[in-house]
Every structure is written in structure tokens, then in C-alpha cells.
């Protein structure tokens, strides 16, 4: 007989995966969490192939996050990016 997951430890690991997202502090400078990824041979063939326009969002993204690391500073708290907003992007990835 198969055992069965219960559907509360789906929805605790869904809690857990938007705490450490938020605890990891990307997102406070504006970054994703592909945007951080080392890049190796395979991470650059997957950034050649975004669409333009994914593309120059990731490079602008970047950019702003090195001017804000330069200025010891975070971006106010409604510019975050939210855990929901990467989720819904992994269909490019």
C-alpha cells in the first residue's frame, strides 16, 4: 500500500520556502533568485536564450542591486520582489 504525503506538509513547506526566500534578502535590493545564480557554462547558455525583454529586466535588475550595495541601502518594502512574483516566472526557466 502506497503511503500518502499529507497535504499539510505540502503547505509547510510552501511557508518554509517563502520564509527562507524572504530571509535569503535578495529580493530587499530588487533581485531574484536566478538573477544570483553562479554562472557556469550552463546559466549563460539559459541567459542567451530569455527573450529580449526578460533579458533587460534581469540586467536592469542587476544594476540597480550593485547601486544599492555600493550605497549600504534596500529598496522600500513595496518594491520588493515577492516570493509569488518568482513563481510565476520559473515557466521561463
Same mark, same amino acid.
Given at each position: 500500500? $502506497? /503511503?500518502? !504525503?499529507? $497535504? /499539510?506538509?505540502?503547505?509547510?513547506?510552501?511557508? &518554509? /520556502?517563502?520564509? &527562507?526566500?524572504?530571509? $535569503?534578502? &535578495?529580493?530587499?535590493?530588487? %533581485?531574484?533568485? #536566478?538573477d *544570483? @545564480? +553562479?554562472? #557556469?557554462?550552463? !546559466? =549563460?547558455?539559459? *541567459?542567451?536564450r %530569455?527573450?529580449?525583454? @526578460?533579458?533587460?529586466?534581469?540586467? &536592469?535588475?542587476?544594476?540597480? $542591486?550593485? #547601486?544599492l550595495?555600493?550605497? +549600504? =541601502?534596500? %529598496?522600500?518594502?513595496?518594491?520588493?520582489?515577492?516570493?509569488?512574483? *518568482? =513563481?510565476?516566472?520559473e515557466k521561463?526557466?
Amino acid at each position: 500500500m $502506497a /503511503s500518502k !504525503v499529507p $497535504a /499539510s506538509s505540502g503547505r509547510l513547506l510552501t511557508v &518554509f /520556502s517563502k520564509w &527562507f526566500y524572504n530571509a $535569503a534578502g &535578495f529580493n530587499k535590493i530588487g %533581485l531574484m533568485r #536566478d538573477d *544570483v @545564480l +553562479h554562472e #557556469d557554462r550552463d !546559466v =549563460q547558455e539559459a *541567459v542567451k536564450r %530569455l527573450p529580449e525583454n @526578460l533579458y533587460n529586466e534581469r540586467i &536592469f535588475r542587476i544594476k540597480r $542591486a550593485l #547601486d544599492l550595495s555600493m550605497k +549600504h =541601502q534596500i %529598496l522600500p518594502k513595496n518594491q520588493w520582489i515577492k516570493y509569488e512574483e *518568482v =513563481q510565476t516566472w520559473e515557466k521561463y526557466w
